[in-house]
């Protein structure tokens, strides 16, 4: 069994809870005196009036006590429910930045998939290395490489708000593998760019 903490370091609740028990014990002590009391002479007669007297002065202690029991409840409930309202903010403050942080990585997710898409897209024009090409191979090829380069420019727009998005939001890795995919996309504008001047030349 547990040890009670030193009556300095008791809790006010505590202190309450223990002086009630207290004065119930010395209700019950003297009721039982009382009971068992036989009146048979003067002396008895005294002793009881004196236990009576003492059993008045524990009752009232112990209504007292209770009026106090119930104030201290009362505040230990306040105090309850205002430790309860700060979790519960600090609750309502971490979903708000889980469903952040789940937006963004969707919205990454949404991105990568896009990019993945256009990389397919850009694989299937691509021709073996020395194939000499028709005026109008060239010409549907310049096309279709054009087409691309639109489609990829909104793709670099996009991750650099979401870069800046992550950034804003403290998210350190999101923010780094959207700086990553940024670069690739970068480097595929370059190599579309290229690829649209060569053909045209």
Known sequence: MTNLKKAS????LVKTVLSLDTH???LERLS???GEAELKSEFDYSQIRRLMLAFAESAHSVSTEFVELLTT???AKNRAEAAAQVVAAKAD???VRQDEEQSKAEAFRSLTEKVSLLNSEMKLLQRPAGETL???DKAVLTDQLSKLELQLRPLIEESLHLKKEARN???KALEQNVDA???SLAAASHKLTSHVKSQTM
Do not use: D, V, Y
């Not at 370091?9 to 006010?12: A, C, L, N, T």
């Open 181 to 183: 995919l940024g670069q």
């Open 73 to 75: 409840i009362s505040e």
């Open 93 to 95: 403050e971490l979903k």
């Open 24 to 26: 119930f014990q010395s």
């Open 169 to 171: 939001s403290g998210l």
């Open 134 to 136: 028709s005026e109008e």
């Open 32 to 34: 039982a005196r009382i």
């Open 9 to 12: 370091e008791q809790s006010i």
